[in-house]
């Protein structure tokens, strides 16, 4: 029941933008921490950015100002709005829910990923 679908990815050239979505259903949406990871060949799954269901943004260095995650709740989608994309962005990202249901018990979700490559 519980499910996180992203949708956006692409080929886009270096310098260009692209907007990703993920659509949660079977969960109290505007309960969860919301994030994007990525994950290039070889490498370990990163966090990009994250959301709080207070709207307290965090980002990773390398998207920094570049990257920009939003949240609607009434539509139960969380947004990563990419520009001046590089090359190194390149990657399968994934969408991320958690939730502290018990002092240390977390509920977690994770979507199935959509590819972004930057190329020309």
């Known amino acids: 029941q519980e499910q996180l679908v992203e949708s956006g990815g692409g080929l886009v050239q270096p310098g260009g933008s692209l907007r990703l979505s993920c659509a949660a259903s079977?969960?109290?949406?505007?309960?969860?921490?919301m994030g994007w990871y990525r994950q290039a060949p070889g490498k370990q799954r990163e966090l990009v950015a994250t959301?709080?269901?207070?709207?307290?943004?965090n980002y990773a260095d390398s998207p920094k100002g570049r990257f920009t995650i939003s949240r609607d709740n009434a539509k139960n989608t969380v947004y990563l709005q990419m520009s001046s994309l590089k090359p190194e962005d390149t990657a399968v990202y994934f969408c991320?829910?958690?939730?502290?249901?018990?002092?240390?018990?977390?509920?977690?979700?994770w979507g199935q990923g959509t590819q972004v490559t930057v190329s020309s």
């Open positions: 959301i709080t269901s207070g709207n307290v943004t």
């Open positions: 079977g969960i109290i949406f505007r309960l969860f921490r």
């Open positions: 991320h829910a958690a939730r502290i249901v018990w002092s240390s018990a977390v509920e977690t979700y």
